[in-house]
């Protein structure tokens, strides 16, 4: 299932904490799991679909009826340890059955009874997180996190700025989720962008009740609070280049509402344009954002703008618009690869995705017959085996919530196209599902 380029970029994807499972020690380590799961008091109340698990042949199908997700690299399947969140539980003892036969990619990232710790922390029903520095969240002051909430719902005043500069030692304070007061502005006020856009795209005609004025009235009051909130701050010359736990900076923040005066107020105050800059812009559907921002800036244009773009969950012309303007004027390839997994809120696209597997979970015909029209390859496969139709034939992912995928208006006709440009229904992905498995697991 997988080419040269999967297998040289394999160094740059696995993350500390990484074990491998090679393909020869595969076939025990599924029948280690399927021995001893089922037996398990706690893993067998959990496990999906017993009789299933019992007779795959697959050891990544058996990690997804456990509910852990895998990567893979060649022929070798790749597990990252959960080490906090609802599933450390059931991870950790998981180890029992395959430990032996899992070598860790990173030796020593994962310290000398790591997992007998997990299985200790989830018998007393706590998360292992211990909110160490840098972890999971960042040590704040309860004055810190008062204030930094407490600019959601009102404006703030310079003097009750500089009390806290003053208190922390840095204009750069963070809240025990990680944001400074810049990006937590930022982060409402992109929010405020949508809401108070969303509010006045309502008709305004006779038939208007006051719940719609009432709603219209909010979202204006809450655009003036963040606007106003983002000037104060921007007075003390906070650091523009700080980003949030997803790696997003100020610039990106704005970039993604899609507000040319956002983006401006923020370069007039020295913010830089960059990569995720670009990608934001792209995520916003704003073609005049984008080419705003490229300009100048041709150098950051990557493979990763045209998956952003066809990944987006949207319904708007100016999507395909979007798409065009990337591959025509931009030069974006058509069958570039995702170099990491794309979240979005229809699911997961997985690393070595093409933009068309993005277009195709997003049911996006227009998208879908424009990509196939310039050359997509409708044959590609992404690092689990998953093609086009894989990602809009059912759920390709693991989920903590159980299944997430649904079919959008286009499915079927996105479904037909793939086909008659030559998709093939048997295709199996490194778990031994084919695009007609998923098809019967939703109707199921």
Same mark, same amino acid.
Not at 44 to 70: I, K, V
Not at 193 to 212: F, K
């Given at each position: ?53 019992? @007779?795959? @042949? ?21 597990? #990252? ?79 009750? !700025? ?7 030692? @840095? ?62 701050? !921007?007075? @003390? ?63 950051? #244009? ?46 997961? #696209? ?14 996006? !015909? ?7 029209? #310039? ?13 086009? !139709? ?55």
């Amino acid at each position: 299932m997988q080419d040269a380029t999967t297998t040289s970029a394999s160094s740059s994807f696995i993350p500390p904490g990484t074990f491998r499972i090679r393909q020869a020690d595969q076939a025990a380590a599924l029948q280690a799991l399927q021995r001893g799961c089922p037996k398990h008091m706690v893993v067998a109340d959990y496990l999906q679909n017993p009789e299933e698990f019992a @007779r795959t @042949r697959y050891l990544a199908r058996a990690f997804e009826l456990l509910g852990m997700q895998c990567d893979v690299d060649g022929g070798d399947l790749l597990l #990252v340890p959960f080490e906090g969140g609802e599933s450390v539980d059931l991870s950790a003892y998981y180890w029992d059955f395959i430990e032996d036969l899992a070598r860790e990619e990173n030796p020593g990232s994962m310290a000398p009874g790591t997992k007998a710790m997990l299985r200790e922390v989830c018998a007393d029903g706590e998360d292992g997180d211990d909110d160490g520095d840098g972890d999971e969240h960042h040590h704040a002051s309860e004055a810190v996190d008062d204030f930094i909430g407490g600019m959601r719902d009102e404006k703030i005043t310079l003097a009750e !700025l500089d009390v806290l500069i003053a208190s922390e030692g @840095r204009v750069d304070f963070r809240d025990y989720n990680g944001n400074t007061p810049l990006l937590a502005t930022c982060t409402r006020y992109r929010w405020a962008i949508a809401q108070h856009a969303d509010a006045q795209m309502e008709e305004e005609d006779d038939d208007e009740d006051e719940d719609d004025r009432e709603a219209k009235a909010s979202a204006a009051a809450e655009l003036a609070v963040q606007a106003h909130n983002l000037q104060t701050v !921007l007075q @003390r010359q906070p650091d523009l280049a700080a980003s949030n736990r997803d790696g997003t900076d100020a610039l990106g923040l704005a970039a993604e509402s899609g507000s040319v005066d956002f983006v401006d107020l923020l370069l007039a105050n020295g913010a830089t344009v960059n990569a995720g800059a670009l990608q934001g812009s792209v995520r916003s559907l704003s073609v005049d954002m984008v080419r705003k921002m490229a300009q100048g800036h041709a150098h950051l #244009v990557g493979p990763g703008l045209l998956l952003q773009a066809c990944a987006a969950h949207s319904a708007m012309p100016t999507k395909l618009e979007m798409v065009r303007y990337l591959v025509q004027d931009l030069g974006c390839d058509v069958n570039a690869r995702a170099a990491g997994g794309i979240h979005e809120s229809l699911g997961s #696209v997985r690393r070595m995705a093409t933009p068309l597997m993005a277009a195709a979970l997003t049911d996006d !015909l227009a998208v879908v017959q424009y990509l196939l029209a #310039v050359g997509a390859d409708v044959h590609a496969v992404d690092v689990y085996g998953n093609t086009a !139709l894989h990602y809009c034939s059912g759920q390709t992912w693991v989920s903590e919530g159980g299944p997430l995928w649904f079919a959008l208006d286009d499915n079927a006709q996105v479904m037909a196209l793939l086909r008659q440009h030559g998709a093939d229904d048997s295709a199996t992905n490194v778990a031994g599902r084919t695009p007609a498995d998923l098809l019967a697991s939703r109707r199921g």
